[in-house]
């Protein structure tokens, strides 16, 4: 049985999942990448102390819940950039109780295949939000060595990302066999050049000229993204009207080739308000909707939608 069919057998999960103790992970299966460069200058980073530091004397302090941000104040486009703390509570709430599972494991499949055991990879995740898929990936590794970098626009997913990732890890330092966590632009990546063999961009914002940039040649981009009938039972709720969606593109962005594209489609049943709330909490539709629209979200004890997304692999030209 496939996964999409198995999580449609088990219907809908309850939201006391969410709670669930973290997996730990093989600690040495799982580290940190190191690759960063000063997002001011561009020169590599070196950590010291608690420190990143640059060979220009540019400094930024690793924070107490074990992230660092390399995003400067002149590069934000609002005092609060990415999704609000409601939105990452919200998000973290809905994916931990399992509601995405076959997406992350279509994910892990796409990335782990064609590791062998004892292999070796550098990894970004490009607006990790708080860290759900690269901690199923680094779940999935098994004896593939990955060193890990998540990093997001939004301070409150990364946060809630680091903070997990230290309770996961017994509270320890955000050095133990964790993943690197950044507050950070795919504008701008703060990442050395040629120093990744993986890139995903999980319902993110690509800037493609970036990821090609930081891929090694023959590196891997992973794209994930919404397809037409996305959740649409619920923006039919929110909306007067759903616009006609583009098709997807069959060509690859400059800088890469097309290797692959899958479909992953499976029913939710969501049984309570709090889940159709965070569900909706979770997606660009809260503020894009009018104020009707929301009302009309607020009132619903249950739906049923449909998860429809597409997966595509590309590989740097470069």
């Given at each position: 049985m496939n996964q999409a069919a198995d999580f449609k057998q088990r219907g809908t999960l309850e939201r006391n999942e969410a709670l669930a103790v973290p997996q730990r992970i093989p600690w040495m299966a799982i580290t940190p990448f190191d690759a960063l460069?000063?997002?001011?200058?561009?020169?590599?980073?070196?950590?010291?102390?608690?420190?990143w530091r640059c060979a220009d004397g540019?400094?930024?302090?690793?924070?107490?819940?074990?992230y660092v941000n390399l995003l400067p104040v002149q590069n934000k486009r609002s005092r609060d950039p990415g999704d609000?703390?409601?939105?990452?509570?919200?998000?973290?709430?809905?994916?931990?109780?399992?509601?995405?599972?076959?997406?992350?494991?279509?994910?892990?499949?796409?990335?782990?295949?064609?590791?062998?055991?004892g292999?070796?990879?550098?990894?970004?995740?490009?607006?990790c939000g708080e860290g759900h898929y690269l901690r199923s990936l680094a779940s999935a590794a098994g004896?593939?060595?990955?060193?890990?970098?998540?990093?997001?626009?939004?301070?409150?997913?990364?946060?809630?990302?680091?903070?997990?990732?230290?309770?996961?890890?017994?509270?320890?330092?955000?050095?133990?066999?964790?993943?690197r966590w950044v507050v950070g632009s795919n504008a701008r990546l703060p990442v050395l050049s040629g120093t990744l063999d993986q890139v995903l961009c999980l319902f993110g914002f690509p800037v493609y000229?970036?990821?090609?940039?930081?891929?090694?040649?023959?590196?891997?981009?992973?794209q994930v993204d919404?397809?037409?009938?996305?959740?649409?039972?619920?923006?039919?709720?929110?909306?007067?009207?759903?616009?006609?969606?583009?098709?997807?593109?069959?060509?690859?962005?400059?800088?890469?080739?097309?290797?692959?594209?899958?479909?992953?489609?499976?029913?939710?049943?969501?049984?309570?308000?709090?889940?159709?709330?965070?569900?909706l909490a979770m997606t660009p539709h809260l503020y894009r909707a009018s104020h009707e629209g929301r009302a009309r979200a607020a009132a619903l004890t249950s739906i049923r939608v449909i998860v429809d997304v597409r997966l595509t692999m590309f590989r740097s030209a470069t």
């Amino acid at each position: 049985m496939n996964q999409a069919a198995d999580f449609k057998q088990r219907g809908t999960l309850e939201r006391n999942e969410a709670l669930a103790v973290p997996q730990r992970i093989p600690w040495m299966a799982i580290t940190p990448f190191d690759a960063l460069a000063c997002p001011l200058d561009g020169n590599p980073l070196h950590c010291q102390d608690g420190v990143w530091r640059c060979a220009d004397g540019h400094s930024f302090d690793i924070a107490r819940q074990g992230y660092v941000n390399l995003l400067p104040v002149q590069n934000k486009r609002s005092r609060d950039p990415g999704d609000s703390k409601e939105m990452v509570a919200a998000r973290s709430r809905f994916l931990a109780a399992g509601f995405y599972d076959p997406i992350a494991e279509a994910v892990n499949a796409a990335v782990l295949g064609d590791m062998a055991p004892g292999q070796h990879a550098c990894c970004l995740d490009a607006g990790c939000g708080e860290g759900h898929y690269l901690r199923s990936l680094a779940s999935a590794a098994g004896a593939r060595h990955l060193s890990l970098l998540g990093l997001d626009i939004s301070k409150w997913a990364v946060q809630a990302a680091a903070r997990r990732a230290l309770t996961a890890h017994g509270g320890l330092t955000a050095d133990s066999g964790a993943s690197r966590w950044v507050v950070g632009s795919n504008a701008r990546l703060p990442v050395l050049s040629g120093t990744l063999d993986q890139v995903l961009c999980l319902f993110g914002f690509p800037v493609y000229p970036e990821f090609s940039r930081v891929l090694r040649p023959g590196g891997m981009l992973l794209q994930v993204d919404a397809g037409q009938d996305h959740l649409r039972e619920l923006r039919q709720v929110i909306y007067p009207s759903l616009k006609p969606e583009r098709p997807p593109e069959d060509t690859a962005p400059p800088g890469f080739t097309l290797q692959h594209q899958q479909h992953l489609r499976y029913p939710l049943t969501l049984r309570t308000a709090d889940l159709v709330a965070d569900l909706l909490a979770m997606t660009p539709h809260l503020y894009r909707a009018s104020h009707e629209g929301r009302a009309r979200a607020a009132a619903l004890t249950s739906i049923r939608v449909i998860v429809d997304v597409r997966l595509t692999m590309f590989r740097s030209a470069t």
